[in-house]
């Protein structure tokens, strides 16, 4: 059983979150702790200009509403919601806080996920601890 486990969570209809924490919860150990992490992704300076004053705050308030209702009725699991690139900021979130089991749930892969690769793909290429992949 694991005892840090990290679920990232992208808001895409083709994503299984809710399937992705029930993994979680099995595969957590006693006293293990789950955290649910959405990245959000930094828009260029250009496309923050059209943007209504307060909208990212609110976005962001409201992600973070969400994934306190996705962990609601799970023992020792958090929600975090940062910013920065998705790939790169699971695989440093979970160095830096000793994660060792990474459940992320993919789509079926198309073709532009073989000319640029998807985030599954870069976490599992890349993460220097287990990594579990809902389909």
């Given at each position: 059983?694991?005892?840090?486990?990290?679920?990232?969570?992208?808001?895409e209809?083709?994503?299984?979150?809710?399937?992705?924490?029930?993994?979680?919860?099995?595969?957590?150990?006693?006293?293990?702790?789950?955290?649910?992490?959405h990245?959000?992704?930094?828009?260029?300076?250009?496309?923050?200009?059209?943007?209504?004053?307060?909208?990212?705050?609110?976005?962001?308030?409201?992600?973070?509403?969400?994934?306190?209702?996705?962990v609601?009725?799970?023992?020792?699991?958090?929600?975090?919601?940062?910013?920065?690139?998705?790939?790169?900021?699971?695989?440093?979130?979970?160095?830096?806080?000793?994660?060792?089991?990474?459940?992320?749930?993919?789509?079926?892969?198309?073709?532009?996920?073989?000319?640029?690769?998807?985030?599954?793909?870069?976490?599992?290429?890349?993460?220097?601890?287990?990594?579990?992949?809902?389909?």
């Amino acid at each position: 059983m694991y005892k840090n486990i990290l679920v990232p969570v992208s808001f895409e209809a083709d994503r299984n979150a809710k399937g992705a924490m029930e993994i979680a919860t099995a595969l957590c150990g006693e006293g293990g702790a789950i955290t649910c992490l959405h990245v959000i992704e930094q828009l260029p300076q250009y496309a923050m200009q059209y943007l209504p004053p307060g909208h990212l705050e609110g976005a962001k308030a409201e992600m973070v509403e969400t994934l306190k209702s996705l962990v609601a009725d799970v023992d020792n699991a958090t929600a975090v919601v940062v910013d920065g690139h998705a790939s790169r900021t699971i695989l440093d979130f979970a160095e830096k806080n000793a994660v060792d089991l990474i459940i992320v749930a993919s789509h079926q892969p198309g073709m532009q996920d073989y000319l640029l690769g998807s985030t599954a793909a870069k976490v599992v290429r890349h993460a220097k601890c287990a990594v579990h992949v809902l389909r």
